[in-house]
């Protein structure tokens, strides 16, 4: 305890302190005194050298939302700090807890634009839950400690830690009895049990109620509770995309994904509903299209850890600031025992379910990938792929489904069958282009037993796709990755196809040999044209003790139905392109 450590040691001491085993990053001047002490500690902390810094943020992000656990990434000051930024922000959407270190120029020259200077912190302010510039070593404990515990409790987040060269070269006995004081956060957990009471009376005298299980579900491990609810109440079951796999799709009572590109029946019940019970999703634009017009017959119960979200977007009845496994477990608890009590809600419930279903087999046979003949012989429809993976990923298990953003990823939500939480890991609210392949090698680290599948379109894995020469570096034998490759950009294109007359405006994509640049890489590549050829390409990257690319090279102009135009209601849904015949 009373040995001397550097202020680097001791970032490394912190860390192991706080549980963490693995790191993403890249060295340069700024941060190297880190890198020189992390050797000290290799057996402890695995390092992980990504391509991209930003490739190392999304890596970070795909390890913690795999595991629940802090993800931690390292960039130098500079270019390597500002490269960080994309995935702080992607994480600070999706509520992922991370931590971003980063190395900056010595105090003496801080404010003097000295070479590979850039203000960090400032720039990250507006998308990090607290950071911090740490210009004496004496501070590392605490503000390590501090840092972790922001990013990892209450709603989580991403935190930075900004550590001058000096500080990380200075030598202190550093000290490790810290009680953290924290008096303006506080994130409240328990349920106000009288808010749960009221919560309860408006349940058992709903006629059409709904449940929306959202991401919260499934941070807060409260998938068991979720589903002991709807059981004892038979309230239908929603999931939003980062919800997916809080609830088994094959369960009686899920009836899908709600919002711009979920199914009709779904955002139909959402309009008819009289009862909306939230639990842990943040009406999201992208589920409730023009807010004022979103559920309008229902009155709604929201629970959400982050008090901020509660009648944000939409006008709350009974709100209730929680944990979701704690708030479930109290709505458990404070049910009354007695069967009588639900007799009525249940009748509802059924007669309400069977109208959900009748809606749901008059709308969604007429999705024309639902229904198409034989393809075998035909050009490759992205949904063909879809079948052939849903069918494998289902009769193998042990898997984990990594996507990026767009067309691709909105078929991937809809038309794979999800049945477990942590099994399908998307960027949600930033939206980012590129964050499938890094954040793959963080849940193939977190998961090495599990396959690792990556669905990308050709745009997005295009740009982080050096990433998998870390993975080969890193041995790294568990992913797999599927290129939806239609030669645009495929869901922007789709928007100007319906909303601006087919202006195909910076939209169409050239692109590489895929299969050939991942045998560039020392990966086994494959190249499918045809649906006939989809299952046995799938089987091959099983087969095969490493990693693969499958290029599908599907037919160009196929889009992503229904949907909800932009500030529309969710109840004016297009079904099909005007331009077709």
Known sequence: MSEKRTGA???????????????????GGAIMPFYYAMWEYRDKLRHVLCRHEQGAGHAAEGYARATGRLGVCIGTSGPGATNLVTAIADAMMDSTPILAITGQVGSHVLGKDAFQETDITGITMPITKHNYLVKRAEDLPYVFEEAIYIATTGRPGPVLIDVTKDAQQATIVPNWDIKLDLPGYKPNYRPNLKQVREAIKLILSAKKPLIIAGHGIIMSGAVEELRAF??????????????IGAFPEDHPLSIGMPGMHGWVHVNRAIQECDVL?????????????????FAPNAKVIHVDIDPSEIGKNVKVTVPIVADARLALQAFLDEFPPDREAFAELHGHASDWMEHIRE????HQPKQQ??????????????????????????????????????????????????????????????????????????????????????????????????????????????????????????????????????????????????????????????????????????????ATDGPVLIDFRVEREVNVFPMVPQNKSIGEMILESPHQS
């Open 9 to 27: 040691q001791v970032m490394c001491e912190a860390l192991i302190r706080n549980g963490v085993e693995v790191m993403f990053g890249i060295p």
């Open 369 to 542: 990938y639902l229904n198409r003949s034989d393809t075998a012989n035909m050009s490759l429809p992205p949904h063909d792929v879809y079948a052939a993976l849903t069918k494998a990923l289902n009769s193998r298990g042990n898997y984990r489904v990594v996507t990026d953003v767009g067309q691709h990823q909105m078929w991937a939500a809809q038309l794979i069958d999800w049945y477990r939480p942590r099994t399908h890991i998307t960027s949600g609210g930033a939206g980012t282009m590129g964050f499938a392949v890094p954040a793959a090698l963080g849940v193939a680290i977190a998961h090495p037993n599990d396959t690792v599948w990556a669905i990308c379109g050709d745009g997005g894995f295009q740009m982080t796709n050096q990433e998998m020469a870390t993975i080969v570096q890193e041995g790294i034998k568990n992913v797999k990755i599927a290129v939806i490759n239609n030669g645009y950009l495929g869901m922007v294109r789709q928007w100007q196809e319906l909303f601006e007359n087919k202006r195909y405006s910076g939209t169409p994509l050239s692109g590489p040999d895929f299969a050939r640049l991942a045998e560039a890489y020392y990966w086994k590549g494959i190249t499918v044209e045809h649906t006939g050829q989809v299952e046995a390409a799938i089987e091959e990257a099983y």
């Open 277 to 293: 019970f939230n639990i842990g999703g943040r009406f999201d634009d992208r589920v409730t299209g023009k807010a004022s017009t």
């Open 230 to 243: 709807a059981e004892r109440t038979r309230i239908p079951v929603i999931t939003t995309l980062h919800g």
């Open 359 to 362: 809606m749901q087999a008059k």
